[in-house]
């Protein structure tokens, strides 16, 4: 493990879930989900699909509405505030702004296909920041050449295989020098020779110390690289904790059937 | 060969020309207006949406002729002297426009959802959003359905002249009446709006591809 998360351990919270509920029509998806992660910390969340574990990631940046709970990024509070006991929705710009501390990277890239890797890159920085071309372009290259991506700035996104796509798209969302970066499944669509460039990527972010979520189907990746893996299934947290402990010893009859099913395709 | 034709070309071309210019004017004004209307009902509340719904069905679902009509009848009785042209135009933009604004609405639906989660997760604005991701990808959507429209356009100013408006086809059935050498006029007439038309359909591919995000 890394010495940047032994020291957060004690750190500040970045993300704090309480209690979080949410329904599409009459299926709850979310049946109360409570999930702390502190400065520099990298949690892994498993899961079978229809878990609600993607659906708890996009809660975090308001990209999925939420009908009880609460969620603070910084302190500050996600989608809704309650004052005086009644719970209102923030404003759109509220949501905007505090969306600028929190990355994301998409099971399906989404890179802006009119715009060459460099412009991707510099977008945020400065049509959100409002930071100066010269310094964003600095920025941009500088994410570009970490994720070795560099030779490639000036070519548009279609050009670029996915796990490159995956790349730039890391490099667009470190480029708001966020709080936390969420990762959604983010190496499922791509072909499984590129699944490694992807992930070592995330590994050398982690071991930098950035705060990460990530929701993936990698166990490899969980094992080495996760200070606490949470185990969702049906809408709710079933085992969390380190992964040397509850990857090894698993206490739950799901949990434990989600491992051996998935140990054959261990990285 | 065609001897009726070649004496009277000369007159059809100049009906070609008024042709031209008010398919120009409509395609133009039609296009421009149409494309606001579609934006707008984009990023507007409920009440605008439901307008420019109104809006585009009752005009698609009217003959651009009795629009004409309407346009050249309706004028004077609310007191505005036009004359046979700009009724035409006006008329024409507004049934374009209806028409743009739709495929508009259209382009800007087809702009996948995840562009707008990434655009949204980097912490954009509405209108940032609108002006940096939606519209640039739904631009390049809109070319050909604005190409069907504008095709279909500058052929329904033939009807143009139904109001008095001179134009080819109102010129080509003059010529008819005096010579009654029609085949040879309407070969002509067919001609000349083939060739209006096909530079655009050139114009608008050679647009696509400068547009595409791959090169």
């Given at each position: 493990m890394n010495p940047a998360a032994d020291l957060a351990s004690r750190g500040e919270e970045i993300v704090a879930i309480n209690g979080l509920r949410k329904s599409f029509g009459a299926i709850e998806v979310l049946k109360g989900i409570d999930i702390s992660v502190k400065r520099g910390e990298v949690v892994v969340v498993l899961g079978p699909s229809g878990s609600g574990k993607s659906t708890m990631l996009r809660c975090v940046n308001f990209l999925e509405t939420f009908e009880q709970g609460a969620i603070t990024v910084n302190g500050r509070p996600v989608g809704y505030k309650t004052t005086g006991g009644v719970r209102k929705p923030v404003s759109e710009l509220e949501n905007a702004r505090l969306r600028e501390h929190v990355g994301m990277v998409f099971q399906s890239y989404?890179?802006?296909?009119?715009?060459t890797v460099l412009q991707n890159v510099m977008m945020g920085p400065v049509k959100v920041k409002g930071m100066n071309a010269a310094k964003a372009r600095d920025l941009a290259m500088r994410l570009l050449g970490k994720v070795g991506m560099d030779h490639k700035a000036d070519a548009y996104p279609g050009r670029l295989s996915g796990g490159q796509q995956q790349r730039v798209a890391i490099a667009r969302a470190l480029a708001m020098e966020p709080s936390v970066m969420l990762f959604d499944e983010v190496t499922s669509a791509l072909d499984p020779e590129l699944v490694g460039e992807v992930l070592k990527v995330m590994r050398e972010l982690a071991e930098e110390g950035m705060t990460m979520i990530v929701v993936t189907h990698e166990m490899g990746f969980a094992r080495s690289v996760a200070d606490r893996v949470i185990f969702m299934d049906g809408g709710v947290v079933v085992e969390a904790g380190p992964p040397a402990d509850i990857m090894a010893n698993p206490k739950t009859d799901r949990f434990r059937g989600f491992l051996s099913r998935h140990l054959s395709e261990d990285g | 060969m065609f001897p009726v034709l070649q004496s009277s070309l000369p007159y059809l071309l100049q009906g070609a020309v008024y042709t031209i210019v008010l398919s120009a004017i409509v395609v133009v004004f039609g296009t421009i207006l149409g494309v606001g209307v579609g934006v707008l009902a984009a990023v507007g509340g409920k009440a605008l949406r439901a307008a420019v719904t109104a809006y585009i069905f009752v005009f698609r679902g009217i003959p651009v002729l009795v629009v004409m009509f309407l346009g050249f009848y309706s004028f004077p009785a609310m007191g505005l002297r036009l004359d046979a042209y700009t009724a035409v135009a006006v008329s024409m933009i507004v049934y374009v426009a209806a028409f743009v604004a739709e495929a508009t609405r259209g382009a800007i639906a087809a702009v996948p959802a995840g562009q707008l989660e990434a655009a949204k997760s980097l912490g954009m604005r509405k209108g940032m959003m609108m002006r940096e991701i939606i519209l640039p990808q739904a631009m390049r959507l809109l070319i050909a359905p604005v190409l069907n429209i504008s095709l279909m356009a500058i052929k329904q100013t033939s009807y143009a002249s139904i109001v008095g408006a001179w134009e080819l086809s109102f010129a080509a059935r003059e010529v008819v009446e005096r010579t009654l050498a029609a085949f040879q006029i309407f070969l002509g007439v067919m001609i000349i709006y083939f060739v209006i038309c096909y530079p655009l359909s050139l114009a608008a591919r050679a647009l696509e591809k400068r547009l595409a995000f791959d090169h």
């Open positions: 989404n890179l802006f296909p009119h715009r | -």
